[in-house]
């Protein structure tokens, strides 16, 4: 149960400190990969997910390395916003890392950032959403791999507007990525002549959405867009079919509605419509390969939040090897990450100056229980970045 | 004297030298000089709590919603990006947390027992509510502070909040003043008061005391320290969220109180250490630290009656 | 507001009332008899959703998985009473719930070794698995009336168990004066095992009822928890009628808050308890 790798890292550092005078070069030592992940609780699930995408990417591309060794430090942040400063600086000041990878809720990434900003470290999100991250306040040292809630949504508005929806309610949990997913939807599809006859913000973490589905039933829209991610996801897809609004008003949603949540749900997700930068059945070699190593590995079919992690990976071996395994300049560090094209199960992706993925937005639908392409909803999206001067 | 019990004066003497010269061997390591530095912090909290809890026999899941107004309201009343003097706006935050006490007091302390854990609470959630659901106060995302305050007094300064390890003392000072303070109110008159209600209402009121003064009164006095706790925690990191505000917190709090030893006040800086330490050595030793944490706590429960101070006090105090 | 819509809001808060009723109903009868505030209730109501998971991915049954789902509830509560409740009788509350708090991170941190941490989902049992249809749009699920009713069923039995059998006699006894039910040669000891182990498993079969239509989280009882306490302390701590209709209550507040005044909906059933017990301080039917 306890993790004899890290207790005997941290019997080896302790040791190396004690015994070695002479100067260690650089290159010898490992490289540190802290995570500030949720391993427990709601957001347990991805956390796991992100976690072994990331392993598994590095330890695939160990070659990339050019014999560096990996030393990993995990801490479950357990989604506490209020505790992510004090573990964020643990993890550099402390543990020293070289990267930092986390978190996957936006409120523990804006405490992150505001200790990790312009720090001798990488952070790299490979997951929360939050707009100011690679908006407002995004720096030098902080990468994500995953999207801005901007990105999976805002496509959204034009496939609806394309199926001839006129009138659609939003509805998501009232936190930050939720609103953030709505406006985005709303800004493309008003923009497009549609309207948002209703907005509908359920507190969070509430799953009774009972109410609010009969109150839709009543308005009887052309189609509903929601977010919700993990449980919440499950319990509404399965309310929205148990109450019946299932073929008779189109469910449409940002991505996460049916990642990591496909199993539970059961057939109540069947033909539900989402747009995201990933999909199940994405037709290259890479993803293929990927989705059956995930599964032989760890049991389970691989979500969005498996790649991200994946992703996370790749993009790290990529910059060490560019850069000889010497990763000690952190300015050539920085260069070498933004420049990276990765090579991803999603497709290739490259990052924006505010050091966000410019990458396809697919539109897909679920059929089998899986997340199946329909077309590529938008090209090399970029988000806006607003208010980032980078 | 200060301190009437032995085990109390022989804490003092080893954990103040003790914390006074901690820096010195850890100057190398900034992180373990900000982890003192926020448990501290957190034991400031815990201890406002305790007089509250344990002398005052006022038991509240509402505390936390002080310890977040702390933060909110510095981000509230402060300029954005000027830095402002640490003590006037310690005594403006203060007053304002103290003020909003009193109101709420005024309304929860007509109920007694479980009803007024639960009133507190439902109180603090709505705080909680209402910070997460306004975009104004950066909803669940948090806000950040750009500049933090300065410390002279008279033109002289001491403290260079930028500095961990000068927050460091800061925050030792202001858990030591803390303490002092609650053993001072205690020995007083008002504290006897505060005692007699604890061990009998009834009488008390006989006598011709207003209960409901003093509770109300007691109330205020650590609501602001709640909120002076929560205004260090903002500055450590320069962070409000809401979550700082959720019941967990005020839950957490009373769990390292009860652990500590209620109404021993010191037994507050006791509890917070060992929980917040058992927490850090667990989480770094194991994914599954919540099972042995939950263990640790089945198993003080168990062997501690009043908690780690009562335990110690048996232990150390003459028999008379 | 159509008469149709409120008509299916009004039946959406009571059967949401319902359900917090059974999750409620062991919190306050443990309480009310033996005086214990226990804070792992919540975790009962999850271990109930798992174990019913659990055994239908094995047997297939959902009602052969209810009923070992709540055998192995009452068994866990017998335990916990055996080796852990009974040793704090004498001593304060807050030590009780120090004790549960320490029980909370132990069953959370089991469901993640056991189960881990995706969330799960059971099916509705086939033979329930129809709906009525309401309007054009909206259908009701027979499962969810299924539940509702067996709430009421629940409710009936407990009223009938306190009020005519000798158990229920017993624990009336017992909730006023420990000490006489004691002197009359009666074993408390033997009478608190049970009713903890009762309160127990009603928890864990609000989480076996609520497993079809909800999902299977990690963190789920912590949630519930506060509610089942909001619904608790407004029908007066200990009361089975209290929780009865505060739980009704606040299923309706809820269900109509959320429609009506969205902005103030998630502090609604906060402010419906300040304002009770600013009223009345001990909740409405206090004992």
Redesign the interface.
């Known amino acids: 149960m306890f993790n004899s790798n890290k207790m005997r890292n941290a019997l080896v550092a302790a040791m190396a400190t004690l015994t070695l005078s002479s100067p260690v070069l650089a290159n010898e030592q490992p490289i540190k990969v802290g995570m500030m992940l949720p ?4 957001y ?2 991805l ?2 997910a992100t976690r072994n995408g990331l392993k598994m990417a590095l330890r695939e591309q160990a070659a990339q390395l050019h014999g560096r060794k990996l030393e990993f430090i995990e801490i479950d942040t357990e989604a506490r916003p209020e505790r992510a400063p004090e573990i964020a600086s643990s993890l550099l000041n402390n543990s020293e890392a070289d990267f930092i990878i986390g978190p996957v809720h936006s409120g523990v990434a804006m405490g992150m950032l505001k200790v990790l900003r312009g720090k001798e470290t990488v952070m790299i999100v490979p997951n929360a959403g939050a707009g100011p991250v690679t908006g407002p306040l995004c720096s030098p040292n902080v990468f994500r791999t995953s999207f801005s809630s901007w990105q999976p949504s805002y496509p959204m508005g034009k496939v609806a507007l394309d199926k001839g929806y006129k009138k659609v309610v939003t509805m998501s949990w ?1 936190y930050g990525m939720g609103k953030e997913s709505l406006d985005a939807f709303e800004e493309s599809f008003t923009a497009g002549g549609g309207e948002v006859v209703k907005k ?4 969070f ?4 959405f ?6 839709i ?2 308005i ?1 829209p052309d189609a509903v867009f929601v977010f919700f991610a ?6 509404f897809v ?2 929205y079919d ?4 299932k073929g ?2 189109p469910l449409l949603g940002s991505g996460f509605l049916t990642e ?2 496909l ?4 057939p109540a997700a069947e033909g539900v419509m989402t747009t995201l930068h990933y999909a199940d059945t994405l037709d290259n070699e890479l993803n293929k390969a990927f989705r059956t190593s995930y599964k032989a590995e760890f049991g ?1 079919a691989s979500d969005i939040y498996a790649v991200q992690g994946y992703d996370t990976g790749l993009m790290i071996a990529s910059a060490v090897n560019q850069l000889g395994g010497d990763i000690s300049d952190q300015q050539a560090l920085i260069k070498a990450l933004g420049e990276t094209t990765v090579k991803s199960p999603r497709g290739d992706f490259t990052f924006s100056a505010a050091h966000n993925p410019v990458q396809n937005i697919y539109l897909r639908t679920v059929e089998n229980g899986e997340n199946k392409v329909i077309e590529v909803a938008a090209p090399a999206l970029a988000d806006p970045a607003r208010g980032c001067k980078l | 004297m200060l301190f009437n019990k032995r085990t109390e004066r022989i804490f003092f003497w080893v954990f103040f030298p003790l914390a006074l010269l901690m820096p010195l061997f850890l100057a190398e390591n900034t992180f373990f000089v900000s982890k003192l530095t926020s448990i501290m912090i957190f034991a400031l909290f815990v201890m406002s709590l305790d007089y509250l ?1 344990g002398r005052c026999g006022l ?1 509240t899941l509402g505390h936390a919603m002080f310890y977040g107004l702390g933060g909110y309201l510095f981000w509230m009343i402060a300029p954005e990006y000027e830095a402002v003097n640490f003590w006037v706006y310690t005594f403006y935050i203060c007053m304002i947390a103290a003020a909003v006490a009193l109101i709420i007091g005024f ?1 929860v302390l ?3 027992g ?2 007024m854990i ?2 507190t ?3 603090a ?2 705080a909680f ?2 910070f ?2 306004s975009i104004e106060f950066g909803g669940t995302d948090g806000l950040f502070i750009y500049v933090k305050p300065e410390t002279s007094i008279f033109g002289l300064s001491f403290f260079d909040l930028d500095n961990p390890t000068h927050f460091y003392y800061l925050c030792l000072l202001s858990l030591f003043n803390t303490l002092i303070f609650f053993r001072i109110l205690i020995r007083s008159r008002f504290g006897r008061v505060v005692d007699a209600i604890h061990e009998n209402p009834g009488r008390t009121t006989a006598l011709g005391y207003n209960i409901f003064v003093f509770r109300l009164m007691s109330y205020v006095i650590a609501s602001a320290l709640g909120a002076y706790a929560g205004y260090l925690f903002t500055l450590q990191y320069g962070f409000v969220n809401p979550s700082m505000l959720a ?1 967990t917190t005020s ?1 957490s709090a ?2 390292m109180s ?2 500590g030893g ?1 109404g021993s006040i010191y037994g507050a800086i006791l509890g917070t250490f060992v929980y917040e330490g058992l927490h850090y050595v667990l989480e770094h030793l194991t994914e ?1 630290w ?2 042995f ?6 198993a ?3 062997v501690f ?1 009043n908690g780690i101070a009562g335990s110690m006090e048996k232990l150390l105090e003459k028999r008379t | 507001m ?1 008469t ?2 409120f008509l ?2 009004l039946i ?2 009571l ?2 009332g319902l359900l917090l009723f059974l999750i409620a109903s062991g919190l306050t009868l443990v309480f009310g008899v033996m005086g214990i ?1 226990n804070l792992a209730h919540g975790s009962m109501y999850m271990v109930g959703a798992y174990l019913v998971w659990y055994f239908v991915e094995h047997t297939g049954s959902f009602g052969l998985s209810a009923l070992i789902s709540a055998v192995i509830a009452l068994l866990i509560g017998i335990l916990m009473e055996r080796t ?1 409740i009974r ?2 009788y004498r ?2 509350h ?2 009780q ?3 549960t ?10 469901q ?2 056991l189960w ?6 059971v ?2 049992p086939s033979a329930l698995s129809s ?1 009525i ?1 309401v ?7 027979v ?2 009336i299924f539940v509702a009713l067996f709430c009421v069923g629940i409710a009936a039995l407990m009223y009938f168990m306190i009020n005519k059998t000798r158990l229920g006699m017993l624990i009336r006894a017992g909730e006023s004066n420990r000490e006489m039910v004691e002197c009359l040669g009666i074993d408390i000891r033997k009478l608190y095992t049970i009713v903890f182990a009762i309160g127990v498993m009603l928890a864990a079969i609000a989480g076996v009822a609520a497993a079809p ?8 009882g912590e ?1 519930i928890l ?1 509610t089942c ?2 619904v608790v ?1 407004i029908g007066g ?1 200990g009361s089975i009628k209290g929780a009865f209709i505060a739980a009704l209550l606040v299923g309706l507040v ?3 808050a ?2 009506l005044v ?2 103030l ?3 609604m059933i ?2 419906l ?2 304002f009770i ?2 009223i009345k ?3 409405l039917f206090s004992s």
């Open positions: 391993f427990s609780g709601v347990g699930a956390g796991d009232n509908i913000l359920v507190p973490p509430k799953t009774e009972q109410a609010y589905l009969s109150e039933a009543s009887n993990g449980g919440g996801a499950v319990k399965k309310d148990a109450l019946g609004l008779k008003i990591g949540t199993e539970a749900q059961g389970k | 809890v038991i309304l007509r109920t007694s479980i009803y639960m009133i609470l439902a109180f959630q709505m509510y209402f997460s659901d019941w839950g009373l769990v009860i652990l209620m599954h919540m099972l944490m939950g263990a640790l706590i089945i003080m429960v168990m009656k | 159509t149709s819509l299916v809001q959406n808060g059967q949401y505030l852990l040793q704090l001593r304060n807050l030590d719930v120090l004790l708090i320490g029980m909370i991170f132990v069953f959370n941190a089991l993640g070794l881990g941490n995706d969330p799960l989902g099916a509705v709906a249809p309007t054009d749009v909206l259908e009701y699920p499962y969810r239509m909800s999902s299977i989280v990690p963190g789920m949630h506060i306490f909001v302390v701590m809820d269900t109509f959320s429609i969205p902005q909906s998630s502090m906060y402010i308890m300040a017990l600013l301080p001990q909740g």
